[in-house]
Structures are given as C-alpha cells and as structure tokens.
C-alpha cells in the first residue's frame, strides 16, 4: 500500500474530548460522546488523558442514569461558562468545574453500551452548581428519536421526567453515612440559554486549547 495514503490522514483512534468535531449544525444539533447508559452499575468516565473510557467507581446504591449520560467533545467549562452562571444567579463566587460539558440524551429506544457517539438534538438544560462550581447539564433527545423527536424545547418534556432527572443529579453522589454533598440545580432553562452555554464551552475550549484546537482543525478540515 502506497505511504501517501497514511500521510492523508493519520491513523489512530479519535480522543473523544478533543478528536471528535462538536458538528457542522451545533449547537443546535450536536455529536455527544456517550460515557454511561441506564442498565450501568458501574459509573464509567473518560479518562482525560488516554481517552478511554473507565471505571471511576461501583454504584453502590440505586443510583443508575435514566437517561444516556456523557459529555460534549471539545467544550469545556471555564470562566465564560462560569460568568454565564454568575449573571444568570448573581452569585460572584462560582467557578467553572474544569471538565467537558455534560449532556443527558433521552431516547425511546434501549441503547446498551457506551463509549459511542450519538447526534443530540438540544432542548435545553439544568443550571446545576456542584460545591460552587458551574456544572451545567445540557438535556438532549436521539436526532431522529420516533417518539421524542416531536419535542421542540424543555418546556414539552413531561415534568415527571424532569424531576427524576433532577433527583439523580442532586443525589447520585451522595453516600449513605458520608457528609452530603452541596448540589443544587438553580433554575432548568430552555434551549436558547443552553446555545449560549454550549457556546461558552466551546470558547472556553479554545482558550484553554488553543494548540490542540488548531491541529485537530488541521486534521479534521
């Protein structure tokens, strides 16, 4: 096989954080990496600097994710996201929590394994502040979802549904006989706050990645 086919593009798998591209249509439509899924006992993460997925800890506890659960590639929650949750709370002592930004893909069909990539059609989002830390968490539907596909903003999704996805995020954390965590889920916000979030993020990103914002452009483009 002729070596100009392996300078056209490198070969190797795509680090989910940074190799993957957020989508030509974000963010309104956006590729999220998939960590965990509802059948998960185990509470899976990417690891930051392989880009593997793994284990982070058992699930103790009836603690399981009722929707897919993981995070948007090349975003990050710095202080843009951060001043975005300052103004919108008036708080002045938030900080971003230095991760990806989460997202929860709710989907009417049974998805059984993470570590893949699923296009989110985005609605909205919670305002979730984690010890004094931004946490905001994007909610999304499967781009195509039969059922769920007929939702145009937060406001549509059932609030029985909105409340279990609030119990878990104020909760999953939390172990029977340790000290409470400080989580609290300051307002839930429709899809034209959670653009300017993800575009936050995404600004963060760059700012924080300006290398490897550009190689990955390089590559991609």
């Known amino acids: 096989m002729s070596t100009s086919f392996f300078k056209a593009k490198p070969i190797f798998r795509a680090h989910p954080w940074h190799g993957v591209d957020l989508g030509p249509d974000s963010p309104e439509v956006v590729n999220s ?5 509802p059948t998960d006992t185990i509470k899976y993460e ?3 600097a392989s880009g593997l997925l793994k284990v982070d800890r058992p699930q103790k506890f009836s603690s399981m994710p009722p929707m897919l659960y993981g995070l948007l590639p090349r975003t990050y929650c710095g202080d ?3 001043d975005y949750c300052r103004k919108k709370t008036g708080r002045t002592d938030i900080i971003g929590d230095g991760d990806p930004l989460d997202i929860c893909v709710l989907t009417e069909r049974p998805i059984s ?3 893949i990539i699923v296009p989110a059609v985005v609605i909205g989002g919670f305002r979730m502040i984690d010890n004094d830390e931004a946490d905001d968490k994007i909610i999304a539907f ?3 979802d039969l059922v769920y596909s007929e939702w145009q903003d937060i ?4 609030g029985k549904l909105i409340e279990r996805l609030r119990h878990y995020f104020l909760t999953y954390k939390d172990i029977p006989g340790n000290e409470k965590h400080i989580a609290q889920i300051d307002s839930v916000y429709n899809k ?8 936050r993020s995404r600004k963060d990103y760059e700012l924080k990645f300006p290398d490897l914002n550009q190689m990955f452009n390089e590559i991609y483009t």
């Not at 034209?192 to 575009?199: K, L, M, N, P």
Request: aromatic share 6%.
């Open 33 to 37: 990496y998939i960590e965990m899924v």
């Open 142 to 144: 499967l781009k195509g």
């Open 46 to 48: 990417l690891d930051k």
């Open 155 to 158: 406001a549509d999704i059932p």
């Open 80 to 82: 843009k996201t951060a």
């Open 192 to 199: 034209e706050e959670a653009y300017e979030v993800i575009r």
């Open 113 to 115: 394994q993470g570590n």
